[in-house]
């Protein structure tokens, strides 16, 4: 007995809703259904369907191991599609998806350099600091900041940005160096509402954690605006890690409560499970997690 072929047939039967339906959609006789499903039974050792003359319905056994078929059979096809889609030159139409400043400062360079390296293909970027609904908005692919909760997309990890409180050498001069969370009570802070929870800062991990109420002294929807006030020494500013790296690297802001930080957000690429990629898809994704990984190591040991 063919084992794949059994399993696909067995999918197939179940997903037609019959076994008539599922030998049309074969391609093949009902007689060579009805003697592929009781072949695979008996060498199972388990009844998969009950069967009359109208309808058909899975048995306990039959539920668990259709399940598997079908991720089985998913993931082989996935599998061969790429391996078909890396031998086919990328062309056509690429649209990604990408925070605004993450997207201007690591995704766009990288895009820009994969056009370059592939002319046929034509990319489109969108910027914005909201989650995109990847399928409904057209998009082949995202970059995503922190832990994800829908589970239609297939993530691959690229790095992972910290959480990190900081503030101007002027600023420090003048009101001191916070020496934990609890300090920032008496601080002027500046308040980024694109990491959530504006109203308060949280540090340390599960167990640990301590949560601090922030009266900011400007609250501000876009980053820019926030990290140059603290450039300017207006207050204390809480940021990604990448946001800040240069004005920390150069020396323009000082990164405090360091101890206190809580675990970093992961950084992924994410794209639909049920969608199969397109050779430009595939290209892209093994062209730009590297060089993400690359740079998001240097911005953390940074």
């Known amino acids: 007995m063919d084992k794949l072929r059994a399993m696909t047939a067995f999918v197939r039967i179940v997903e037609a809703g019959s076994l008539t339906a599922a030998a049309e959609r074969l391609g093949t006789s009902l007689t060579s259904v009805v003697r592929g499903l009781a072949a695979l039974e008996t060498a199972l050792g388990v009844r998969l369907l009950n069967r009359t003359t109208r309808r058909i319905a899975l048995t306990d056994e039959g539920r668990e191991y259709f399940e598997r078929c079908r991720r089985l059979l998913a993931e082989l096809e996935e599998a061969e599609a790429s391996l078909t889609a890396r031998q ?62 829908d589970s239609s997309l297939v993530t691959l990890p690229v790095g992972s940005t910290g959480r990190i409180v900081c503030a101007s050498p002027a600023y420090l001069a003048r009101h001191g160096t916070p020496r934990e969370p609890a300090d920032l009570a008496a601080h002027r802070c500046i308040r980024f509402t694109g990491l959530g929870q504006a109203g308060e800062w949280r540090f340390g991990g599960a167990g640990s954690e301590t949560r601090v109420a922030i009266d900011g002294v400007l609250t501000t929807n876009q980053v820019d605006a926030a990290i140059d006030a603290c450039v300017r020494g207006l207050g204390c500013g809480r940021f990604l890690a990448y946001q800040v790296e240069a004005l920390l690297a150069d020396g323009r802001l000082r990164r405090i409560l360091a101890p206190f930080e809580p675990p970093p957000f992961p950084v992924q690429l994410a794209w639909p499970h049920a969608r199969l990629l397109s050779s430009r898809t595939r290209a892209f994704i093994d062209w730009a997690a590297p060089r993400l990984r690359e740079r998001l190591g240097a911005a953390e040991s940074g």
């Open 88 to 149: 086919t030159e990328p062309a056509g139409r690429l649209a990604l998806t990408a925070p605004v400043m993450f997207g201007r400062l690591h995704v766009a360079p990288i895009l820009a350099d994969f056009l370059a390296a592939h002319p046929k293909v034509h990319g489109e970027l969108l910027l914005v600091d909201r989650i995109v609904d990847v399928l409904d908005e057209g998009m082949d692919l995202a970059l995503r900041i922190g832990h994800l909760g």
